[in-house]
């Protein structure tokens, strides 16, 4: 009769003490606590700072919001006022227009410097030290890196004057600044760094002895691209996608300075009600933009299964 493992380890060394237990359940047990006491700060994190500030967010935006002050009565006044104005609704659709241009700007600039740094530089040293010197703008403010862009971009800016000098244009160019272009140069700056890492490690983990294989049997740079480099690599695109969602979609430093206002974004909206006191309406905007981030992932993890392929 076949016993199970559990049964076997838990069968007394003798039969004078029944209760003995033998070292691998005594060892599995220590593992199961060590486990627990692993994940109990991560889990206290979640819920202290994540979840439960999402429930109270979701609670606050049914409050009742007066001119100065919220109450504690339940309401969907905010949510309709939110829902039924275009003015809100085109924010929506701003921010999902300028996500979707930066995701692309990102991926179009990001992907061929991670496939030159992930296949063509063989040297894991100097692989290395590219990847440094695509985080070196990190080693600066956030805030320096976008107003960087306002002298580059201005009227008198570094771009316009070299554009006049080479005789390309005749008159400045006034959309390079304060405009929605301006903000998606930015970002497409900014977050492209974490679209270039998850690439490069994905094309770097590609057993060379298979493109060697594929090119023996004459395969094309451009065939070995697509039917190795490509589907191997869409974990990267995956994550990196992810990476760069999350912080587009909830971007308002970067619309509010090199936008002059123009671009409204979900994030431009949650700080200015904010800073009007108004918490309810506030918390609407940040649960609307919450469900979009969510969706947004979701939808990335449906394209590839990140547990399989990683």
Known sequence: MKTTSKETLRTPVSGTDASAVSPAVMRETKDRRRAFLLLTPGVLWMLLFMLLPLGMVIY??????????????????????????????TAIGTTLRVWVIVLLATLIVGYPVALFIGLFVKNRTLQTALLVACVIPFWTSFLIRVIAWRPMLGTEGAINI????????????????????????????????????????????????????A????????????????????????????????????????????SGRKVNLLGNIIVSQVGSLKWAFAAVAGVVLTIIITAVIALALRVVDLRKEM
Do not use: H, N
Request: net charge negative.
């Open 215 to 258: 090119r023996d049997l004459g395969a094309s740079f451009g065939t070995i691209f697509r039917r190795i480099v490509l589907p191997l690599s869409l974990p990267g695109v995956i994550v990196g996608t992810i990476f760069v969602s999350v912080m587009v979609l909830g971007e308002f430093a970067t619309a509010a300075s090199l």
């Open 162 to 213: 070299i554009l006049m000098k080479l005789g390309i244009i005749s008159e400045p160019l006034s959309f390079l600044l304060f405009s929605e272009f301006s903000v998606i140069v930015g970002m497409t700056q900014i977050y492209c760094v974490f679209m270039v890492g998850p690439i490069t490690f994905m094309i770097a983990r590609i057993d060379e002895s298979v493109i060697e294989a």
């Open 60 to 89: 606050v935006s049914f409050w009742t919001q007066t001119t100065f002050a919220v109450k504690p009565e339940l309401t969907t006044a905010s949510w309709e006022r939110f829902l039924s104005s275009s003015t809100y609704l």
